[in-house]
């Protein structure tokens, strides 16, 4: 269960913790989580400590630390961390994740262990129409934001904007890597024979792990004109995605229940020439979200997970039309997960790869995103 969940349910069968109890300790779990796999053996109340010390700035903690930590309590991360190598010589931050060996090239392995210290931004993207009301509106409520690219807008955690912009409408919450997956989506429309095809009628685009619409809505306000189709492995998933598509103003799509490991249902009326498939993941990019993830992730699950991208990636691939697309995502940080999928799909379906890439979003405050674009 995420945290966040369980902390919800913990906080409602308990009514006596006031609004900044509910912080306090919301923070201190988080924190616990987010050193990960470092000094796993110290009591409970000492492990948190260490961590409240690395995770947050000063004054937030100061007076829960001895007279000693406080000195070293300083802005700068790098001197907090040698305060506690040097008070708990068993601690590297290399412990916190323990599985460099296993990442994806190009991935500064310190610099996302450091992010995981870290609570990342919250993004939104501002849909196409509302480019400059979005920003109007938060500088008249005096909310606080940066617009780290055209269209995408970086808030602080926990700002509350669902009184002041209509959600999915206006703006969709989404991280900027997420966002960033557009880029190889418009490389297609930059692509001749893909226009031309959608001149004649709309392309046929199936997201086929499609969750709650995320990346349909943005395939739709990055290429336009599209026939749609989405489909996920379970009807509540859809039905949460037909929400949300009412709420966009969505309207013409086709949705279908699929498990993707087991035979497609009618896959004749399909013919998609642009499969997005953002499959299911250790979803160790978003580590920064739910560190508890981290905490409890053991190296055997990564196999876990690419053997169902690969069932997934071989179902879908046989539906690809000659000449089609397929753009394959993962919001994780491991090689298998990410390039040796790519890899085998090359291999054995011969596809051939237009474009991949890592989207670090760690010096962002954002997620880590794989996204990679393949043309049959
Ligand atoms: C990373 S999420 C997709 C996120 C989504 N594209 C978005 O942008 O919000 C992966 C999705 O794959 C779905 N999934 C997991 N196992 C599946 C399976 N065997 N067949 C089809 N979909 C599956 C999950 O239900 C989940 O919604």
Redesign the pocket.
Known sequence: MPLQHYLKQFFAADKKYGSKDRKHISQLCYCYFRIGHALTALPVEERMQVAVFLCNEPPAWNNIFPEDWQQYYVPDLDKRITFIQEKYPAFSPAQIFPWAGECSAGLDTAAFTRSLLMQPDVFIRIRPGFEKRVPEVLTQNNISYTQPYKGAIALLPNTKIDSLLKLNREVVIQDLS?QKTANLLLHLKQNQSVQQRAAQQPVNVW??????????I?ALDTLGKINLTV????LS?IQNLRQRFQEAGIKHFRSFV????KPIPNKSSLLPSII?C????SGSGTWGRAPEQLYFFTKEKISHYAN?QT??SDAVVAQLVSGGYLLY???SVFKQENEVQVQRIMDIHGLTLIEQQLITGYSEKADTMFAALLVK
Do not use: W
């Open positions: 997420s997201d086929c792990c499609a969750a709650s619409g995320g990346k349909s943005l489909s996920d492995v379970r998933i699929a498990d993707l490991t997005i953002d499959a299911p993941c169902l069932k997934i995502i993962t919001c």
